[in-house]
């Protein structure tokens, strides 16, 4: 390409003639020098809209209408690919770049095929590599034909491949959560002559997600063109290309995934990529890492209080805020849930490993894992480790305590053989022992505490008597206990109010974890305080209520139809559910404790992809499997696509109030005692709120013999169920 920027003596026009792609090659190079020459990057006509700075900073790596892009040469394409890729959050691998120049061929001979036969389709846009921020991965290309999208897979060689899967998750993520893709057709297409294994079953979202089309390299066009024919509408309103490629996504990332993300020091909400979530969960961040700045100016310590409803980002607060310029290098974020800091743990050494195979600066394991250990805590360690005559001071003056309504009580930690004192009171002593400033971060959901022991956030404010030192920061919601008791710091007066600081942006009050119910959290309440009739409410504004059957054949055939693309399904239940056993479910400690929970949130139940050694995947013991129910212990602070929910005999709707129970080994006794009442109430609480995409729930219908059931209340909690909006499941049970 020999062209000076500085010779034109119209710019503007010089650069309207010349190819779409030169542009960003030349911007590269002289972007000061072109800014100066058209007008501060407005350029007043070319494809890309008009705005140079804006083209240069959209999310796909390449864009343009396919009159264009057909008659770019492909060393210009590949080139300006290699040119966004060095700036790229996501970077590809050389050999992803690479392997352009055999997948680019017959993309661009089928977009002529395309033109020939319907020439309006020269106005079709084209993207190629398009992120999706919220897994860190990009699409292959996006063609915009007006009114349809069609993402595409492409994959070289005769290999056989799991494209199929790939390009459906790439679809059901611009279809749940790309605002300008919502409503609109999408078809996910693949590319290549080596054998697609089928992924199943689709009868989710098929009246917007369409079956997988696929071609092999020579028959681009023609399937192109038979997409154009069956889907293409010119009546229909067409897709703003420059405001699809820069549409924001939402809800807020699957906590696994955005722990990845976040370790490999890259940001959440990818720059051009907005969140649905971001402003709210920003604002909070935002007032954190300022109390942080400003503690540790005046030599100050803090506590702050961050609370919220389940699924509303708490989590995702802390892991961004353990990060955050200027917090990480004295951070560590800790969490008293044993399964998610085993969880998060091996997704992050996992993926440690993986990057350093992928930028040819192999790591261990074990250098991963000494890495990730040190980031991420058991609190019971961290406090066991620091709270005792003459241990050393923390090296972190930030902590981030996740669950901290988990935090024991003084008489939990006396069985444990620990100090009487609460979990509560060592944390804020050990953090006190620093000699300046500290802070100590609380995050805190409302009406999970879920065993003995755990003293809620009442303790907090108990322990916060005697540090008398501290400032404290927390929302009005907890301040004022407006919240009906579940955010409550201080029970009564308190001589604590001169130092309260009150951050309404510390308190998250819509779930962001359903995807199709935003409302789940709301209905949840309602059906666990016994109000059929706001439940119902509630339900009938879902676009995709909770449903219910008596068959646990059932249950399996609709999650395992309702995944598409990399979805994951699992069963969970309660850990009284003891009768669960005669459904194949085993809920009793000793096998909980000693399953391998890293395999079920983590590992794939199948995989046909020859490229891959298996590692993590075809493993029985993945959830997808629903072989393996999670309890309440193991799946709070966590997370699937699809729930089900298996109801046991440990809670039952008696016909005016909910009753608790328990199994002796031959029959269910009334649990008597108020607070392991409350925890059972909120075990279920948790069950029900797991889900991001939708949940099903079984309530058993057992054999009349079976004398250790409860048929009559298991009845009548059902028909409960439905006169809170639950539909009956009908699809056939055969499997």
């Known amino acids: 390409m020999q062209r000076n920027a500085t010779a034109w003596e119209d710019p503007a026009e010089e650069v309207a003639e010349i190819s779409y792609l030169e542009v960003t090659l030349i911007c590269e190079l002289t972007l000061d020098r072109l800014r100066c020459s058209c007008c501060g990057g407005q350029v007043r006509s070319g494809p890309w809209g008009g705005n140079l700075a804006s083209f240069l900073a959209m999310p796909a790596y390449y864009r343009a209408p396919l009159r264009t892009f057909v008659n770019d040469t492909e060393s210009s394409v590949i080139g300006a690919l290699a040119v966004a890729n060095r700036k790229a959050q996501f970077p590809l691998s050389p050999e992803a770049v690479e392997a352009w120049e055999l997948q680019l061929s017959p993309l661009v001979q089928g977009c002529r095929q395309l033109i020939s036969e319907l020439p309006e389709a020269t106005q079709f846009e084209i993207l190629l590599e398009y992120p999706i921020p919220r897994i860190g991965k990009r699409i292959d290309a996006v063609l915009l034909m007006h009114n349809v999208i069609v993402a595409i897979e492409t994959k070289t060689g005769f290999s056989a491949t799991t494209a199929e899967r790939q390009v459906d998750d790439y679809a059901i993520q611009l279809a749940c959560f790309h605002a300008p893709s919502i409503h609109r057709t999408i078809v996910p297409m693949v590319i290549s002559d080596g054998h697609v294994a089928k992924g199943g079953p689709r009868p989710f979202a098929d009246d917007v997600v369409r079956p ?333 209520p909770p449903i219910v059957s008596r068959d646990i054949s059932a249950v399996r055939q609709w999650l395992r139809e309702k995944r598409r693309g990399l979805t994951r399904a699992g069963l969970v239940a309660s850990s009284g559910a003891a009768r669960l056993r005669t459904d194949g479910l085993e809920t009793s400690f000793d096998f909980q404790e000693r399953f391998e929970w890293e395999r079920w949130f983590l590992d794939r139940d199948s995989c046909e992809e020859s490229s891959c050694d298996h590692k993590y995947c075809n493993d029985v013991r993945a959830s997808s499997r629903l072989e393996v129910a999670a309890t309440q212990f193991k799946i709070q602070g966590l997370e699937l696509d699809w729930i089900g929910v298996c109801w046991g005999e440990d809670l039952l709707w008696s016909g005016t109030e909910w009753l608790s129970r328990n199994f002796n080994g031959k029959t269910w006794k009334a649990n008597k005692d108020l607070q392991k009442h409350k925890y059972r109430v909120n075990g279920y609480r948790v069950l029900l709120t797991r889900a991001r995409q939708g949940m099903v729930v079984y309530v058993p219908r057992p054999a009349k013999s079976d004398s250790s059931r409860l048929h009559n209340q298991l009845e009548t909690t059902a028909q409960f169920l439905i006169k809170c909006g639950m539909a009956e499941l009908t699809i056939p049970t055969a499997v």
């Open 212 to 544: 997988c089309r696929q071609a092999s390299t020579g028959a681009v066009g023609n399937l192109l063109v038979s997409i154009a024919r069956e889907e293409y509408d010119p009546i229909s309103p067409s897709i703003d290309a420059v405001a699809w490629d820069s549409g924001i996504f939402h809800p807020i990332p699957p906590i696994i995934d955005a722990a990845v993300t976040l370790y490999s020091e890259n940001e959440v909400f990818e720059i051009g990529h907005a969140c649905a979530a971001k402003e709210d969960l920003d604002k909070a961040i935002s007032s954190l890492t300022t109390i942080v700045r400003s503690t540790r100016e005046k030599d100050e310590k803090a506590i702050c209080f961050i609370t919220g409803v389940p699924g509303s980002g708490k989590t995702l607060v802390g892991l961004n805020a353990v990060h955050h310029s200027d917090i990480r290098d004295t951070a560590s974020f800790l969490s008293g849930n044993g399964p998610l800091v085993k969880i998060l743990r091996e997704a992050l050494i996992r993926d440690d490993v993986r990057r350093s195979q992928i930028s040819g600066k192999r790591r261990t394991r074990r250098a991963a894992e000494t890495a990730v250990y040190a980031f991420i805590q058991s609190v019971h360690r961290f406090a066991d480790d620091h709270y005792k005559e003459q241990a050393p001071t923390p090296a972190q003056r930030v902590i981030v305590f996740d669950e901290a309504q988990r935090a024991w009580d003084s008489q939990q930690n006396e069985r444990a053989k620990r100090p009487a004192v609460s979990e509560a009171h060592m944390m804020m002593d050990v953090m006190n022992r620093h000699a300046g400033w500290c802070v100590l971060v609380c995050l805190v959901g409302g009406g999970q505490e879920i065993n003995r022991g755990e003293a809620g956030l009442p303790e907090w404010g108990v322990a916060l008597r005697g540090f008398t030192n501290w400032k404290i920061y927390a929302s009005s919601d907890v301040l004022n206990d407006r919240s009906g008791g579940s955010f409550s710091l201080f029970s009564g007066d308190t001589d604590c109010t001169e130092r309260i600081s009150a951050i309404d942006n510390f308190h998250l009050k819509v779930s962001n974890r359903s995807i199709r119910a935003t409302q789940m959290s709301k209905w949840v309440d309602a059906v666990l305080r016994g109000d059929p009739s706001a439940a119902k409410d509630i339900a009938e504004q879902m676009s995709s």
